[in-house]
């Protein structure tokens, strides 16, 4: 599975941005899929993740709670993240992964990764 995210850019705090994370070379409905991010100088952290085929059940971060929202589209492969009320703190590098088993928060059962998307927002 290719996973490429895209959506990144340079924001103002309080603005909103969409990531997204389009799949390829794999049956999509398959796979749970979740976002992680990565700030300079920080370890990898758990953003936000939802589970396979319809999608039904979905895990957020603390620290993002009622801010971002993720969804999936498995007609277009693409996973979405929907980041509102934005926060410098939520500067970092976004990536995309695909887990063949259970939704989770743990990185290292994630299949497969995009390449990241930076975030930047601004005070």
């Known amino acids: 599975v290719q996973l490429q995210a895209s959506g990144g850019g340079l924001v103002q705090a309080g603005g909103s941005l969409r990531l997204s994370c389009a799949a390829s070379g794999g049956t999509f409905t398959r796979y749970a899929m979740g976002w992680f991010r990565q700030a300079p100088g920080k370890e990898r952290e758990f953003v936000a993740a939802i589970s396979w085929s319809g999608g039904s059940s979905t895990l957020y971060a603390d620290s993002v709670k009622g801010r971002f929202t993720i969804s999936r589209d498995n007609a277009k492969n693409t996973v979405y993240l929907q980041m509102n009320s934005l926060k410098p703190e939520d500067t970092a590098v976004y990536y995309c992964?695909?887990?063949?088993?259970?939704?989770?928060?743990?990185?290292?059962?994630?299949?497969?990764w995009g390449q990241g998307t930076k975030v930047t927002v601004s005070s």
């Open positions: 992964a695909a887990d063949k088993a259970v939704i989770t928060t743990h990185s290292y059962m994630y299949d497969y």
